[in-house]
Nanobody, 126 residues
Framework: QVRLVESGGGFVPFGGSLTLNCEAFGRTFNRYRNTMGWFRQAPGKEREFVAAIRWYSGSTAYADSVKDRFTISRDNAKLTSDLQMNSLKPEDTAIYFC?????????????????WGQGTQVTVSS
């Protein structure tokens, strides 16, 4: 079992920045096999991929809509992942979820992730 806890959401103006944090708890989190991903869901829309990082190699993937604005990172000692979000737009408004799982092939499909956090709200004003 892995428990994920997100924090850092809030209300920001257009063009502002925000950093989300996700902390993993649980002995089954495997530094060599796990991938950490961030997804978001806006009202009335489906959950969509934002960014992901393979824990061991540090290789990353981003949705086109956030590339060059968002940066995902991880802290191996603390078992935390940050999502640094810059140049925020109103269309970034959503509930943001972190998720993790082992041996994830594509990184971008939500179905590949086994454990999910409760989500944190990000609201960007126009």
């Amino acid at each position: 079992q892995v428990r994920l806890v997100e924090s850092g959401g809030g209300f920001v103006p257009f063009g502002g920045s925000l950093t989300l944090n996700c902390e993993a708890f649980g002995r089954t989190f495997n530094r060599y096999r796990n991938t950490m991903g961030w997804f978001r869901q806006a009202p009335g829309k489906e959950r969509e991929f934002v960014a992901a990082i393979r824990w061991y190699s540090g290789s990353t993937a981003y949705a086109d809509s956030v590339k060059d604005r968002f940066t995902i990172s991880r802290d191996n000692a603390k078992l935390t992942s940050d999502l640094q979000m810059n140049s925020l737009k109103p269309e970034d408004t959503a509930i943001y979820f972190c998720a993790t799982g082992k041996n994830i092939p594509t990184m971008i499909s939500s179905q590949e992730y086994e454990y999910w956090g409760q989500g944190t709200q990000v609201t960007v004003s126009s």
